[in-house]
């Protein structure tokens, strides 16, 4: 069984950092490009970022770039989210997901297409 468990998640201040984690059990992320999506109340579920297997690609929503920071770490079979300078907008639920995929170079950024999804973790920022 295919286990996806983000961490990292919290309360903080306007301008904060915060550090996602999503450890992958029940396969390797070797074979997966791995996204980062977020959901806030009423509104639908948005990519913010997502990392090829190869780590050579990434691809970032406008309002993220130059503060969000995605990578990954396949030897812990775990993809991360470095989150800067956040910002009230930012406040949502955070997922992340595997993409199973032969592309090395793929980072997709839809969510059709993801194959396996974590539950979320709720990133709130206080203004």
């Known amino acids: 069984q295919v286990q996806l468990v983000e961490s990292g998640g919290g309360v903080v201040q306007a301008g904060d950092s915060l550090r996602l984690s999503c450890a992958v059990s029940?396969?390797?992320?070797?074979?997966?490009?791995m996204g980062w999506f977020r959901q806030a109340p009423g509104k639908e579920r948005e990519v913010v970022a997502a990392?090829?297997?190869?780590?050579?690609?990434?691809a970032y929503t406008d309002s993220v770039k130059g503060r969000f920071t995605i990578s990954r770490s396949n030897a812990k079979n775990t993809v991360y989210l470095q989150m800067n300078s956040l910002k009230p907008e930012d406040t949502a639920v955070y997922y992340c997901?595997?993409?199973?995929?032969?592309?090395?170079?793929?980072?997709?950024?839809?969510?059709?297409?993801?194959?396996?999804w974590g539950q979320g973790t709720q990133v709130t920022v206080a203004s």
């Open positions: 990392i090829s297997r190869s780590a050579i690609n990434t």
């Open positions: 997901a595997a993409y199973v995929t032969d592309s090395l170079q793929r980072a997709p950024t839809g969510a059709v297409g993801y194959d396996y």
């Open positions: 029940g396969r390797t992320i070797s074979n997966c490009a």
